[in-house]
């Protein structure tokens, strides 16, 4: 059976759910003449029409808005953001409107927000952002990131049949480097389920999105020293799994908080609260965070390559916080 | 003025511990910040660490030979004026399990009541060159508050002690973590002898992490025994490497060696030639760097003779950094001359005299032997015919170079006399293959034997 690429995955999840629910429309720049610019809407306009596949201008706080005003009058629409980095235009109409629909009036808004994000791919500081924190700041919201084209797949059909509004953040240095064979049934992968990626014994590594790879191959190298790193991919930020978390620190001892976002109020350190409330007396080194710095993404790529967390970080981490 | 603690430094990434060879100075000696302390010798390097302050050497905490963690206090500085008796409040704790018994000794009568009427300035011994410390966003410096009897542990390791009863002050000067740590690993294993205070110490070289630890290790040689009068001198950490660093190479790649007869006459009388002009720049000319070039220029045709293997991946390195073993009275060194392929004859004797100067002076940095791509070693210089020598890992060849001597050898039916040399090189079967590997070293022999003079 033939490989399928994570952003293949995507498209998939997006037309099968097409086919079966005839309220899922997407609205974009250029998702429908062009198939979007990553390709994610390619052959759509021809399969379902321009009604349902539909080019908009270049205003995200219009798309994001003509969603929830569709989702509240029935209908599933997924935005495409060309990037994830524009998203910020239509802040106000997803943190202040379709976040809160739900809590103020008891309207659920089930729309997807969706566009590429993360850095490796020398797209400078307004192509290469890691927005995530923002709505995971954001009560009412649900956020995504998945890692896989299993879970990009899957995911992207839970965020569609969900009823409220899911920030759903692809990365784009996974499109067409990440590539599975996938089941051929209905596969729908829960939002707020960890996954553990490589099951380990002396050092749990949380992470998600592209990461997950780098502390994979962290892993694969430290095993050679008989450091066994326990890794695990959040996949849902916001529900996250805290279960999952809770139960890998309680395994292991230590951890390593590991994201490509900057630093200061990244994911990392709201694991590290909640560890050290929950799970305190189950450490046995400190919480370590490896994360970019707190710069924009930079253009330059050596200055790139600098700036995103490396397999060598982990690798020295794990080691200092193995012999701790 | 506030007592200045001097402390073990770290000398390089991947060190955790270092060994005070030599004190430089006796307690209440007169010292000037910069003037050297004391000598070290850690995994990668030797080195004098200088004192970070100006005063009088108030205490000496760790004695010569001694093997201590990095970040440990070595010894405090102060102005003179208060006592030296003060002692601090840790007694430095030794990694080595022979020390533990002693520093369970030492503990209690260190850490009584009375603390240090002024707390001693923390201050890095301010090494040679800037050795990489790690980050510390997250990491605690000085003020972590102890356990029972200044016992270091951990939330974890004081629940376990707890559940099972366990008085940690049973474990003190025992733990295996970073400066003397109760570790999750210690507790439970003293949990699992049932509380046998002796044992856990044992485990301590096992928690070493900088040594990568095979997944199936061999087992351990057989206890050695033997009738008569025998002298037992601990290794000290340099040969400890060694030994490890070799049994591990060997373990690692499939070892082959490959011989080459190369007439050196032509590097002789260019040597002769140039030494003269050499010597004006101040540089002694030694046959050595002819050699060096030649393996670089090989390097550039053979790239994979410049690689490393990681995992199922090759990596191929574009610098070609020569490694020189240097062998000194303790041990072996291998500096390393950097982007050779970017030097002239000259530029590499330079550098091989520098680096050999102060691999002697025990003055190089961590830099200086990191990042070789490619080995050249000279079992030949006390006459050896030829070695075979166990490639530098994580390299993938290594020459070794013979007594140059003149022979009668057959040169177009006539008997001549020249002076030759056996080269051999050492290569990694997994990547590099028998051909490859005598392609290399014939295009070393062209380079050597038609040298321009």
């Known amino acids: ?324 | 003025m506030a007592d200045t603690k001097v402390i073990m430094p770290q000398m390089g990434e991947s060190i955790f511990e270092g060994t005070i060879t030599k004190w430089l100075k006796k307690k209440g000696d007169k010292i000037q910040r910069d003037e050297p302390l004391f000598e070290i010798s850690t995994d990668k390097i030797d080195s004098e660490i200088p004192s970070p302050a100006s005063g009088v050497v108030q205490d000496i905490l760790v004695k010569e030979g001694q093997t201590v963690q990095i970040n440990t206090v070595v010894a405090v500085i102060g102005d003179g004026t208060s006592t030296p008796a003060e002692a601090p409040k840790e007694a430095p704790k030794e990694t080595r399990k022979e020390a533990a018994k002693e520093t369970a000794k030492e503990a209690p009568k260190a850490s009584p009541t009375e603390p240090p009427k002024e707390a001693p300035k923390e201050v890095k011994g301010t090494a040679p060159i800037d050795g990489p410390v790690p980050e510390t966003d997250e990491e605690e410096e000085g003020g972590e508050e102890g356990g029972p009897e200044g016992t270091r542990s951990s939330p974890l390791v004081r629940r376990i002690a707890k559940e099972h009863g366990v008085d940690l002050s049973a474990l003190a000067g025992k733990g295996t973590g970073i400066n003397g740590r109760i570790t999750k690993r210690d507790i439970l294993s003293y949990v699992e002898q049932g509380g046998t205070a002796e044992k856990p110490a044992a485990k301590a070289p096992a928690a070493r992490p900088a040594a990568p630890v095979p997944a199936a290790a061999p087992p351990p040689p057989p206890a050695m025994k033997f009738a008569g009068e025998v002298e037992r001198v601990p290794m000290t950490q340099m040969r400890k490497s060694i030994a490890e660093h070799m049994v591990m190479s060997r373990r690692t790649s499939a070892h082959v060696t490959t011989f080459f007869e190369v007439d050196c006459s032509r590097i002789m009388k260019a040597r002769e030639n140039s030494r003269a002009e050499f010597e004006r720049s101040g540089v002694k000319l030694t046959v050595t760097p002819f050699f060096v070039q030649a393996a670089a220029n090989a390097l550039k045709k053979f790239p994979i003779v410049n690689s490393s293997v990681d995992g199922d991946t090759i990596v191929y390195k574009r610098p070609v950094n020569i490694g020189i073993a240097v062998s000194l009275e303790t041990g072996l060194i291998v500096p390393v001359v950097k982007n050779v392929d970017q030097k002239n004859l000259l530029g590499i004797a330079n550098a091989i005299n520098d680096v050999g100067e102060r691999a002697r002076n025990k003055k190089l940095t961590p830099d200086d032997v990191k990042d070789g791509t490619f080995t050249i070693t000279n079992p030949g210089q006390y006459g050896a015919l030829i070695g075979t020598p166990i490639i530098n890992q994580p390299q993938v060849a290594i020459m070794g170079m013979g007594a140059i001597k003149k022979r009668a050898v057959v040169i177009d039916d006539a008997i001549a006399i020249r002076p030759m040399i056996i080269l051999s090189l050492s290569f990694d079967h997994r990547v590099i293959d028998g051909a490859v590997a005598d392609q290399f070293m014939a295009e070393v022999q062209k380079q050597l034997e038609n040298w321009p003079v």
Request: hydrophobic share 40%; glycine share 8%.
């Open chain 1, 1 to 324: 059976m033939a490989l399928t690429t994570y952003v293949e995955a995507i498209r998939q999840g997006i037309w099968e759910e097409m086919e079966k629910d005839e309220r899922v429309f997407v609205l974009g720049e250029d998702v429908g003449i062009y198939g979007g610019a990553f390709k994610v809407t390619a052959g759509m306009l021809e399969k379902f029409g321009e009604w349902r596949i539909i080019d908009t201008p270049i205003s995200e706080s219009a798309i994001v808005g003509a969603a929830i005003g569709a989702a509240l009058m029935g209908m599933r629409p997924i935005a495409e953001m060309q990037f994830a980095d524009f998203i910020s235009c239509a802040f106000d109409q997803i943190t202040n409107f379709a976040a809160k629909c739900r809590y103020r009036w008891g309207a659920g808004v089930p729309i997807v927000v969706r566009g590429p994000s993360g850095g490796g791919v020398h797209g400078g500081p307004f192509h290469s952002q890691n927005p995530e924190m923002y709505f995971v700041h954001t009560p009412g919201l649900k956020v995504v990131c998945p890692s896989t084209a299993y879970d990009a797949k899957g995911l992207i059909k839970a965020a569609i049949r969900d009823p409220d509004p899911v920030i759903y953040f692809e990365h784009k240095f996974l499109y067409r480097r990440v590539k599975e064979e996938l089941p051929t049934d209905d596969l729908v992968v829960p939002i707020g389920k960890a996954s553990i990626r490589r099951p380990g014994t002396d050092i749990s590594v949380l992470t998600y999105g592209a990461m997950v790879y780098n502390a994979l191959d962290a892993a694969k190298e430290l095993e050679r020293e008989g450091i066994d790193l326990e890794v695990v991919d959040l996949r849902s930020l916001l529900p996250f799994d805290k279960e999952t978390i809770l139960e890998s620190v309680k395994k292991t001892n230590k951890v390593i908080l590991l994201h490509e976002d900057t630093r200061i109020g990244g994911f990392a350190g709201e694991l590290a609260a909640i560890i050290s409330d929950e799970a305190f007396e189950y450490l046995d080194g400190p919480i370590r965070r490896i994360t970019a710095p707190d710069t924009p993404v930079p253009y330059s790529p050596p200055l790139e390559e600098f700036f995103l967390p490396k397999v060598s970080d982990i690798v020295n981490v794990a080691r200092e916080l193995y012999a701790y």
